[in-house]
């Protein structure tokens, strides 16, 4: 009976992968929901009436190219004799011409950007992890050996960077070293990127700086305003509480500033703070974290002057951006809390990975429309009506991103989330390695993670004019967002100076692919 019972088709294929294991994403061949096909097109939509107005202008054009002098004589005698139809052409073409003009987007550039590489003496091995987790004195022998076990299967390497102030012993995190640790890393990106744009800070007129976890007052924002002397009338914001995926929400919002503020510089800082979130209790869904995050952040200078496309790296093309914040599962999955001894820490659901996978599936629904090749899209819409209209029994066509994309910059939350991406995209170790990489050279630096991973592409000589970029980055609410950019000149990684440069030719390395921890453990 349980032989018969083993073999009967399951009637509901999705019900059972989801009960398969809350540890792995769910796989996206399995179900793709119309509406967020929908709403991918209606971002095409909405973005394209300037494209529409093109060919009626090539056309037009076109034609006044094939008249004689004869003719426009002819048309000029017609024309001096009846009012009524000069005012009305004129006002049409001034309309059209004006609304073509205001329809159309400003293109926004990406100028530079740096990654910020702590000091040596900031090195932290898994040893030394270990070690100082045993001299603290307040966890357990058993999440003593938890974390060691995270450690082992987290995909980090031997270099990664912890504050002073974690690694001192005993620890000392107070106010005062967590603002040592934003400035060390805020204004030692800027100063890099500074440097290598030639920009002077004064110029800068939109400033956007998220960091999660640390919101001091007054805010990060105001501290690189008043390091950097920035102008008085600068249009500023500080993002908090937004989790790994605000860096790409950093870029979102300042691509929509450029919009509304001509000849404008915006500059973009993504961080995250170590020195007050270190966990000190022995809940272990909140021990997680302490393996996982490491020191880092980067800035990024984006502009919506033309004249800067000669010497900007990239061009934003796309932003996609997915919010699960409705759905009670996907809001508490990651949640800042305290356990039961009042020690605060970020907890992680043990379904946190069946919710980044909806969340992805449903950004990666949405962005397929807009990015990919119209081959691809008629055999997806195809596959799909026969599924949703007559009712087949077939799986939906998932179509091939690596057409739209050279290059892939998935964040380095984790190995596991990586490994199941890889599967579910069908992408190659070669598209994953900058993920792979930055995650175990400098481990999960929330988000900034996306700048390693750019920064690794460009030392490795990848970049050519032309190629499109993809970056996802996912994180608490429960968020998904996607950043597609362009490279517009050929990156020459000889005259780049990134975290990656000096030691480039020790990557990739052997990273083994050992079994992930069992979040239900937790």
């Avoid at 007129?205 to 690189?224: D, E, H, K």
């Avoid at 980067?298 to 502009?303: C, F, W």
């Avoid at 992805?360 to 997806?380: A, H």
């Avoid at 070669?430 to 592409?457: C, D, I, K, Q, V």
Wanted: with cysteine.
């Amino acid at each position: 009976m349980a032989v018969d019972q083993k073999n009967k088709p399951n009637p509901n294929p999705e019900a059972e992968e989801r009960g398969n294991n809350n540890n792995k994403l769910p796989n996206f061949l399995l179900s793709v929901r119309l509406k967020y096909v929908k709403l991918g097109y209606h971002y095409l939509i909405s973005n394209a009436l300037y494209l529409l107005l093109v060919p009626i202008l090539i056309i037009s054009s076109a034609h006044l190219s094939t008249l004689s002098v004869q003719d426009i004589v002819q048309l000029w005698n017609q024309l001096r004799y009846n009012l009524v139809t000069v005012t009305v052409c004129s006002s049409l073409m001034v309309f059209l011409g004006t609304l073509y003009f205001m329809s159309r987007p400003r293109k926004v550039y990406l100028v530079d950007f740096a990654c910020y590489k702590p000091e040596p003496e900031r090195q932290c091995t898994r040893e030394i992890f270990m070690e100082r987790s045993e001299q603290i004195g307040c966890f357990s022998e058993e999440n003593l050996a938890f974390q060691k076990k995270i450690l082992e299967r987290s995909g980090l390497g031997q270099h990664t960077y912890f504050p002073e102030a974690v690694l001192r012993v005993p620890p000392n995190p107070c106010m005062a070293e967590a603002r040592n640790e934003a400035e060390m890393v805020m204004f030692g990106a800027i100063d890099e990127l500074l440097s290598k744009t030639g920009v002077k800070a004064k110029d800068i007129g939109i400033l956007v700086v998220n960091c999660s976890l640390f919101c001091p007052t007054p805010s990060l924002s105001a501290m690189i305003v008043n390091h950097y002397k920035l102008r008085g009338n600068i249009t500023s914001y500080n993002l908090g509480g937004m989790g790994c995926s605000a860096g790409l929400i950093s870029i979102d919002l300042a691509k929509q500033l450029l919009q509304v503020h001509p000849n404008s510089y915006a500059l973009v800082v993504s961080m995250e703070n170590i020195t007050l979130n270190w966990y000190f209790g022995n809940d272990r869904s909140m021990l997680v974290s302490n393996c996982l995050f490491r020191m880092g952040g980067a800035a990024i200078l984006l502009s919506n002057r033309s004249s800067d496309r000669r010497r900007s790296k990239y061009q934003l093309i796309h932003t996609v951006r997915t919010h699960k914040g409705a759905d009670d599962k996907c809001y508490n999955c990651v949640f800042q809390r305290e356990d039961d001894t009042k020690r605060v820490g970020v907890s992680l659901s043990k379904d946190l990975m069946a919710v980044a996978g909806e969340a992805l599936k449903t950004n990666i629904t949405t962005l397929g429309p807009i990015v990919l090749p119209m081959s691809e899209q008629l055999l997806f819409f195809a596959t799909l009506v026969a599924k949703k209209v007559f009712k087949m029994k077939i799986k939906p066509y998932i179509p091939d991103f690596k057409l739209a994309f050279e290059h892939f910059c998935i964040h380095a939350g984790g190995r596991a989330v990586l490994d199941e991406l890889e599967k579910n995209l069908e992408l190659s170790e070669w598209h994953m390695e900058p993920s792979r990489m930055t995650l175990y050279r400098f481990g999960n630096t929330s988000s900034s993670s996306l700048w390693y991973e750019l920064a690794y592409s460009e030392a490795k000589g990848r970049m050519r004019k032309g190629d499109r970029t993809w970056q996802i980055a996912f994180g608490s609410g429960f968020k998904c967002n996607s950043a597609v950019w362009q490279a517009l000149r050929t990156i020459n990684p000889a005259k780049e100076k990134n975290p990656w440069i000096d030691e480039i030719h020790e990557f990739p390395v052997h990273v083994p692919r050992v079994a992930a921890v069992d979040l239900k453990a937790f």
